[in-house]
């Protein structure tokens, strides 16, 4: 399968805690994104990492990528319940298709 | 801030009938597609659309699916014959360029139930 997969499925942490989500693909990637969605909602972008970039961050969000390893992580910090939601990779890979993964669900207890 | 609209937000339908969902994407955007996710599960691709045409499909888009842009804003996924497992929410987004890794815009999904 093309698919990305995250892990973990879910994930519940207490409010200012940080949540490290993982996701790992199987081919080659020209970039990476994370996409958050809110339960019943559409997918939100989040940010975006180009396959020769290494980190980013943008506000309480970190992305890596280790295309050694086709895996990226996405990291929240000092979290709050309002980031409850499920949280996906998705990937180009030479094409417009973007693959999504299986997504993480996120609780964020106050 | 522009946003992607989707119409209905809800589609209940018998097996075997056809339905259309509709969407308009962001004004000056120039791909479209089309996702569905089953039970808030993966989200899976289905269709790509630029300039008029079909740019990728998946397996899922079988001859029972087809896409439409028939006029400058509108962009329809029609299911001509609909199945049980058809039962999904399916979300329309658009992107800015063509260009591989612009990032999607996505709508509030239509949630259609095929009984």
């Known amino acids: 399968s093309q698919q990305g997969e995250e892990d973990p499925q879910a994930l519940s942490i207490q409010e200012g805690e940080n949540a490290t989500m993982n996701c790992s693909y199987k081919?080659?990637?020209?970039?990476l994104q994370w996409y958050r969605q809110n339960s019943g909602r559409g997918l939100v972008h989040l940010i975006l990492?180009?396959?020769?970039?290494r980190e980013k961050h943008s506000g309480r969000l970190r992305v890596t990528l280790d295309t050694s390893k086709k895996s990226s992580s996405l990291l929240i910090t000092a979290s709050r319940a309002a980031d409850t939601a499920s949280y996906f990779c998705?990937?180009?890979?030479?094409?417009?298709?973007?693959?999504f993964g299986t997504g993480t669900r996120l609780k964020v207890l106050a | 801030e522009p946003e992607v609209t989707q119409t209905p937000s809800h589609q209940v339908t018998q097996m075997g009938q056809e339905v259309i969902l509709r969407c308009v994407p962001i004004?000056?955007?120039?791909?479209f597609y089309w996702y569905r996710q089953i039970l808030g599960q993966k989200v899976e691709f289905l269709v790509s659309f630029y300039n008029n045409e079909i740019s990728e499909k998946s397996e899922i888009f079988d001859d029972q699916f087809s896409v439409e842009r028939p006029d400058g804003s509108n962009f329809t996924l029609k299911i001509r014959s609909t199945k049980l497992e058809d039962s999904a929410m399916y979300f329309c987004a658009s992107s800015e360029q063509a260009l591989l890794g612009e990032k999607l815009f996505f709508g509030s999904g239509t949630q259609l139930s095929v009984l």
């Open positions: 081919t080659s990637i020209n970039n």
């Open positions: 990492i180009r396959s020769n970039e």
């Open positions: 998705a990937r180009t890979s030479g094409t417009y298709k973007y693959i």
């Open positions: 004004s000056n955007h120039l791909y």
